[in-house]
């Protein structure tokens, strides 16, 4: 069956880095890996994507600090500098011709 599955969060000091990872399985044709996070009370937006064409896009929020990064049915997130406004659930998106698959979501916490 199809399976996203995410690693890597935790719980760092500001200005300390983190690795997520995501890995797909069992999806044709993926068009396109990325994250995206919602922190408590909020909408879950966009952290940063990559096509298969390896077109990135990333928000403004994040810009610098973090990067995305594919291999075939992985993505990653390098994500440094970490500010206590990134605290958030991560999720992973999967892209396939006819649907998105998401993961169940990794906890970042950024502590002041």
């Known amino acids: 069956q199809v399976q996203v599955v995410e690693s890597g969060g935790g719980s760092v000091q500001a200005g300390g880095s983190l690795r997520l990872s995501c890995a797909a399985s069992?999806?044709?044709?993926?068009?396109?890996m990325g994250w995206y996070r919602q922190a408590p009370g909020k909408q879950r937006d966009l952290v940063a994507s990559?096509?298969?064409?390896?077109t990135i896009t990333i928000a403004d929020s994040v810009k610098g600090r973090f990067t995305i990064s594919r291999d075939n049915a992985k993505v990653y997130l390098q994500m440094n500098s970490l500010k206590p406004e990134d605290t958030a659930i991560y999720y992973c998106n999967t892209r396939g011709i006819f649907k998105d698959y998401w993961g169940q979501g990794t906890q970042v916490t950024v502590s002041s």
């Open positions: 990559i096509d298969s064409s390896g």
């Open positions: 069992n999806i044709r044709a993926i068009t396109a």
